[in-house]
T-cell receptor, first 115, second 112 residues
Framework: EADIYQTPRYLVIGTGKKITLECSQTMGHDKMYWYQQDPGMELHLIHYSYGVNSTEKGDLSSESTVSRIRTEHFPLTLESARPSHTSQYLC??????????????FGPGTRLTVT | RKEVEQDPGPFNVPEGATVAFNCTYSNSASQSFFWYRQDCRKEPKLLMSVYSSGNEDGRFTAQLNRASQYISLLIRDSKLSDSATYLCVVTKFSGGYNKLIFGAGTRLAVHP
C-alpha cells in the first residue's frame, strides 16, 4: 500500500479564493507529480519535481504553482480560484531507483469545486 | 490527435468471460508501456508493465506491437471485482525526463 496522502479530499470554494492542496509521501521518493483529471478523461500532468527545490511545469498549462522545500511535501497553490479550475487533482510519487522506476504511486486525490 | 487512444467502452461482460482491450500510441520513440487500473472515483494503480515479448500475470496478459504502435490487455475468466477503468500508459521523453502519458481509459463492467 502506497503511503501518499492528500488533503483535503473534497473542497468547495468560492471564486477568487486562494487555495492550497496538500500532498505528502512517507516513502522518501525524490520524484513527485501533480495531475489534473476531469470525469471520463485522461490524466494531464500539470507539475512535477525531481527533488528538493526542483519544480517544472507539465504538459497541461495550469495557473497553479507548486513548491518542493522538503522531499516529502509537494503542495499545489491556486492564488485565485475560478470555476474553470473545478476538477480532480491527483498527486503521485515514484522511486527512480526502484525495480520499476516508472511506477507512480497516487494519492486519493482532491475533488475541487469552484462556485 | 491524442498521444494515447483507447476505446472508452463500456465493455459489459458476464462473469467468466474473456475480454480484450486495445490501445494505440502516436510516439514511436516511447520506450515503456503499462496498464493501470482506476476504480470509480479512486486513484490509478499499476496493474502491469508491458514487455515486448508479451507477459502474463495470472488472468491478465499484455501484448506490445511496436511496429503497429499497439498495446493490448486480455482478461480471462472475468470477475465482478475486475469492473474498473483500464488506463493505457506510455512513456514520453520530454524536457530531459521520461514522463507518463495516460490514455483516457476503457471502462469494464462485469455482471453476474
Amino acid at each position: 500500500e502506497a503511503d501518499i496522502y492528500q488533503t483535503p479530499r473534497y473542497l468547495v470554494i468560492g471564486t477568487g479564493k486562494k487555495i492550497t492542496l496538500e500532498c505528502s509521501q512517507t516513502m522518501g521518493h525524490d520524484k513527485m507529480y501533480w495531475y489534473q483529471q476531469d470525469p471520463g478523461m485522461e490524466l494531464h500532468l500539470i507539475h512535477y519535481s525531481y527533488g528538493v527545490n526542483s519544480t517544472e511545469k507539465g504538459d497541461l498549462s495550469s495557473e497553479s504553482t507548486v513548491s518542493r522545500i522538503r522531499t516529502e511535501h509537494f503542495p499545489l497553490t491556486l492564488e485565485s480560484a475560478r470555476p474553470s479550475h473545478t476538477s480532480q487533482y491527483l498527486c503521485a510519487s515514484s522511486d527512480p531507483t526502484g525495480v520499476s522506476s516508472y511506477e507512480q504511486y497516487f494519492g486519493p486525490g482532491t475533488r475541487l469545486t469552484v462556485t | 490527435r491524442k498521444e494515447v487512444e483507447q476505446d472508452p467502452g463500456p465493455f459489459n461482460v458476464p462473469e467468466g468471460a474473456t475480454v480484450a482491450f486495445n490501445c494505440t500510441y502516436s510516439n514511436s520513440a516511447s520506450q515503456s508501456f503499462f496498464w493501470y487500473r482506476q476504480d470509480c472515483r479512486k486513484e490509478p494503480k499499476l496493474l502491469m508493465s508491458v514487455y515486448s515479448s508479451g507477459n502474463e500475470d495470472g488472468r491478465f496478459t499484455a501484448q506490445l506491437n511496436r511496429a503497429s504502435q499497439y498495446i493490448s490487455l486480455l482478461i480471462r475468466d472475468s470477475k465482478l471485482s475486475d469492473s474498473a477503468t483500464y488506463l493505457c500508459v506510455v512513456t514520453k521523453f520530454s524536457g530531459g525526463y521520461n514522463k507518463l502519458i495516460f490514455g483516457a481509459g476503457t471502462r469494464l463492467a462485469v455482471h453476474p
